[in-house]
């Protein structure tokens, strides 16, 4: 019987070495962890997943074999994108906005909530986790099913929760493999856990914008506001230079390791496009740009496929 990686999922093997779940070939009977996720585990190396499962084939996994799903998203990528990922799921289902360390202590919750059922239409539960709240309400809300898949964007902290439910309910189980690379879990991972079974699935990969270490936010963001009057460049750390022309006030929602630097007469050459008032700019996987007014914004032409436009979640009239 073929073995699978307690990390990451993926089935164990030692006939190609740049395929998932490779282990030397004396290690297979064994091994508990293929040898990327004993690099990412034990030396902090992050090895990319060559072989990432589209989001087709995990939805039609869920379709089919799932009795309920925990769908999660961080606040900052939430979008319509991801949404209509979560609405092709058909079993029941609840939303979970993961990271909820990260979210502005001046936003509440019960905004979030309220923006995400106005402005998507989500009837289900919503709720919020971070790797350091209690989560003994999750837990409860969860433990009504005896088998639960997580599912969601890549990154999202998917492995990390469920880590910590190992960790709360005392069971023995191996360590998922953890990173903020994107599609650490290579495949779907079952756990018992208690009288659950979780499963643990590879992430929804939408194009996201590939952070390092600096860039990833791992703490409450400390939103960082311009006040635009004139055309200007802001260079956003060392990674790409944006363009924005509009009197506007313009607010940066990125980790705090990022630094922002604003320049007059400095173009920026690359795509075009109009953004309308209380927008959000999101750069997925990055974090996200606030506007209040009307604007015109200039991005390195590499950078739009990451872009995602949606209505501001941090206030105006998309909270009423
Ligand atoms: N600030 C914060 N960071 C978190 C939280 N949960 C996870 N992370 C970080 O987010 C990154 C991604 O976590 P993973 O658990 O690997 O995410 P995943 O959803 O399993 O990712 P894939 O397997 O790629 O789909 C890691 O760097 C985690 O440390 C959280 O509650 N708060
Ligand atoms: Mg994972």
Request: one cysteine or more.
């Amino acid at each position: 019987m073929s073995r699978i990686c307690y990390g990451c999922g993926s089935k164990l093997q030692y006939a190609d070495k740049e395929k998932n779940g490779y282990v030397r070939k004396e290690k297979i009977n064994d091994a508990k962890y293929c040898e990327r996720c004993f690099k990412m585990i034990h030396y902090g190396e992050n090895i990319k997943n060559k072989e990432p499962k589209t989001i087709d084939e995990i939805i039609k996994t869920l379709n089919k074999n799932a009795k309920f799903v925990v769908f999660m998203s961080s606040f900052i990528d939430i979008s319509y994108d991801i949404v209509n990922i979560y609405k092709k799921i058909k079993v029941p289902k609840i939303l979970v906005i993961s990271k909820s360390d990260i979210i502005p202590k001046n936003i509440s919750f019960e905004e979030i909530k309220k923006y995400i059922r106005v402005n998507y239409g989500i009837k289900e539960d919503i709720v919020f986790t971070s790797y350091n709240s209690s989560l003994n309400s999750f837990i409860k809300k969860i433990s009504e099913y005896d088998e639960i898949y997580f599912v969601g964007m890549t990154s999202s902290g998917k492995s990390t929760l469920i880590n910590k439910i190992n960790e709360k309910l005392g069971s023995k189980n191996v360590k998922l493999t953890t990173s903020y690379k994107e599609n650490t879990t290579e495949d779907f991972v079952r756990l018992k856990i208690g009288n659950m079974t979780i499963i643990d699935s590879p992430g929804f990969l939408i194009e996201n914008f590939e952070v390092g270490k600096n860039e990833n936010i791992f703490e409450e963001i400390k939103p960082i506001t311009y006040q635009n009057k004139l055309p200007c460049t802001f260079k956003i750390g060392n990674l790409f230079k944006i363009r924005i022309d509009g009197k506007s006030s313009v607010v940066f929602y990125f980790s705090k390791n990022i630094n922002l630097e604003r320049l007059y007469n400095n173009k920026v050459i690359g795509t075009t496009f109009r953004v309308g008032k209380d927008s959000d700019i999101i750069i997925t996987g990055l974090g996200f740009i606030k506007t209040t007014e009307d604007i015109t914004i200039t991005v390195p032409s590499d950078i739009v496929k990451y872009i995602n436009i949606r209505p501001s979640i941090t206030g105006g009239k998309n909270l009423k």
